[in-house]
């Protein structure tokens, strides 16, 4: 079965670059979710976005954005890096009026920053 | 606040030793614990859904409970395969998850 894609899976900055992470969800789902995980931690919810619109917002710094665009894939841009900002960064997509409400997650995009 | 609760931290068992981890949630009006397994550096993998006490699912050796208060995943019989790190989770405002610490399982053989 198709999974959730996340590009790119590693990526390398240097501070004050800018980044930006693709996801693209499961087929038919029409949302997506994004999180980061810092080292040792449990999962942190950044922003979701609903038929390309932004649905949540959690703990994003203002120097994130976000947005979903109309084939569902999403992408996540992330200005003046910052050390704290080295984390894995996931994804996941559900279809949200149906199925159980789980949310499926892709493998990660693992940021460092220099 | 809402708050998602795990223990132990960690878990060290023999192969065949069963056990169970606690999740402790306190969100009033629960609408869906999850239970998710993670392997080191990998997304989350989707295990359970449970919406209401008393319900139980299983997969293989692993079977997923639910009180009014807390949820267990009960590891039967394991293998070492199945050391990763088990998160439990629930939604929260909107439809984000809010992830506890999660439990450490490692299985020696």
């Known amino acids: 079965a198709a999974g959730v894609i996340q590009s790119p899976r590693h990526l390398i900055k240097e501070k004050r670059e800018t980044a930006t992470l693709k996801c693209y969800p499961i087929p038919r789902h029409d949302t997506v979710y994004w999180y980061q995980q810092g080292p040792g931690q449990d999962p942190q919810f950044l922003i979701s976005?609903?038929?390309?619109?932004?649905?949540d917002k959690g703990s994003i710094p203002d120097r994130f954005s976000a947005q979903q665009f109309s084939d569902y894939h999403s992408e996540l841009n992330m200005s003046s890096l910052e050390l704290g900002d080295s984390a894995l960064y996931f994804c996941?997509?559900?279809?949200?009026?149906?199925?159980?409400?789980?949310?499926?997650f892709g493998p990660g995009t693992r940021l460092t920053v220099l | 606040e809402d708050q998602v609760t795990q223990s132990p931290e960690a878990l060290r068992l023999q192969e065949g030793e069963s056990s169970s981890l606690n999740c402790s949630y306190t969100v009033s009006g629960l609408r869906g614990l999850f239970w998710y397994r993670q392997d080191p550096g990998k997304g989350p993998e989707f295990l359970f859904t449970l919406y209401s006490a008393g319900e139980e699912k299983e997969k293989e050796r692993l079977k997923a409970t639910l009180t009014k208060k807390e949820s267990f995943l009960h590891i039967t019989a394991p293998k070492p395969e199945d050391s990763a790190t088990y998160l439990c989770a629930e939604h929260t405002s909107g439809s984000r998850l809010t992830f506890g610490e999660g439990t450490q399982l490692t299985v020696n053989p």
């Open positions: 976005f609903y038929e390309k619109m932004q649905s």
């Open positions: 996941a997509s559900r279809l949200l009026f149906a199925g159980g409400g789980e949310q499926f």
